[in-house]
C-alpha cells in the first residue's frame, strides 16, 4: 500500500510540475495496459506491409506498439478525417514533424500520383524510415527533408527520448525531463519560406505541425509566404502550452500571429471555434481562412 501510495506521490507532483512528459507516461502506461488485457498482434503487422489506395507503409512493432493502431488504422483518426475532407488529388501536403511517415503516407493515398507530399523530419532514424516511404511507392511523389524547422536557418539540438514513444522528439530547450533524453542531435534547420521559395509546390492545401512544442517558430518561419499566399492552406497544428515559457513565447502572440495572418482556429471536426489563449494542454487545433471557412460544407 505504502509503495502505491508513493508511485501516486510521485504521478502527482510530474502532473503539476511536467505535464506533457506526464502526458507521455500515461500514454505508455495506458497502451502497456490495453495490450496485457487485450492482447492482438496481428501475423502480418510484426514486419509487414499496409496498403491504403496502393500506397504502402511498412509496419514494424517492434519498433513502437503505437504502430499496432497504424496497422488497424485507428492511429491519430481524427487527423485522418480531417485529410480526408481537406485533401483532394492533384492537392500539395507539408508534413512537418514526419516522424516514421504514416501521414505522409496517408497524405499520398489522398493527393494521388499528380499530387505531392513534403515531408520535413530531423530525427536520422526515423528520416530513414520515412525514406521506406518514398521506396515502396517510387510512383508518387514524396520529397524527404531531414532538417528541421524553425524561424531561422542554421544549426539545433533535438532531444530523442529513451521511452518507446517515438514521437516524444523536441527543439524545445529543457522541455524533456532529463532523465528520459537518450541522445542530443546537433540538425540543421531552415525554414519553410526559404524552401518554398526554391521549392515547387503547387496546390498547397494542407500543412501539418507536429514539433511537441516547437510549432510557434515553425509558423514564423512561414510568415513571408502566408502573408502572400491566396489561397491560404489550411494548416493543423498541435500546440503546447506548456513549452511557451521555455521558448520565451505567449500563446497570445500566437493568437495574434494567426489571426493577424487572417486564420480562425477550430477543433479538428471543425464544429466549434477554440480560443488559443485558453488551452492548458496539448491540443491539436485547425486553422482556416475566413474564405475557407465561409465556403465549408460541414460533413
Not at 189 to 195: A, C, M, S
Amino acid at each position: 500500500m505504502e509503495r502505491l501510495l508513493n508511485k501516486s506521490r510521485k504521478a502527482l507532483v510530474l502532473a503539476l510540475t511536467d505535464p506533457l512528459e506526464f502526458g507521455h507516461r500515461l500514454r505508455l502506461f495506458l497502451n502497456e495496459t490495453i495490450q496485457r488485457r487485450f492482447p492482438r498482434k496481428p501475423e502480418s503487422a510484426k514486419s509487414g506491409k499496409i496498403r491504403r489506395n496502393g500506397v504502402v507503409f511498412r509496419i514494424d512493432l517492434a519498433l513502437d506498439p503505437v504502430m499496432e493502431s497504424m496497422y488497424f488504422r485507428t492511429y491519430q483518426s481524427d487527423l485522418v478525417a480531417l485529410m480526408e475532407r481537406i485533401l483532394r488529388p492533384g492537392d500539395s501536403f507539408i508534413d512537418v514533424g514526419a516522424n516514421v511517415g504514416y501521414v505522409s503516407a496517408i497524405a499520398l493515398s489522398l493527393v494521388g500520383r499528380k499530387g505531392q507530399v513534403h515531408a520535413f523530419e530531423p530525427v536520422p532514424q526515423y528520416a530513414d524510415r520515412l525514406r521506406h516511404v518514398q521506396q515502396d511507392n517510387p510512383r508518387y511523389n514524396l520529397q524527404v527533408n531531414p532538417v528541421a524547422l524553425s524561424d531561422q536557418p542554421g544549426i539545433a539540438t533535438i532531444c530523442v527520448t529513451n521511452l518507446p514513444n517515438i514521437g516524444w522528439n523536441t527543439m524545445v530547450p529543457q522541455f524533456m525531463g532529463r532523465s528520459t533524453v537518450q541522445a542530443e542531435v546537433d540538425v540543421s534547420v531552415t525554414t519553410l519560406d526559404r524552401y518554398l521559395t526554391t521549392t515547387t509546390v503547387p496546390n498547397l492545401r494542407l500543412i501539418k505541425i507536429d514539433t511537441e512544442g516547437y510549432e510557434f517558430p515553425v509558423l514564423k518561419g512561414l510568415q513571408t509566404t502566408l502573408s502572400s499566399c491566396d489561397p491560404l492552406p489550411a494548416l493543423v497544428v498541435e500546440i503546447a502550452p506548456a513549452a511557451y515559457p521555455n521558448l520565451g513565447m505567449s500563446l497570445a502572440e500566437l493568437a495574434i500571429f494567426m489571426r493577424n495572418l487572417g486564420y480562425q482556429s477550430w477543433d479538428m471536426a471543425i464544429a466549434h471555434p477554440v480560443e488559443i489563449t485558453e488551452l492548458t494542454q496539448t491540443t491539436d487545433v485547425v486553422f482556416l481562412s475566413r474564405a475557407f471557412i465561409s465556403t465549408y460544407e460541414p460533413q
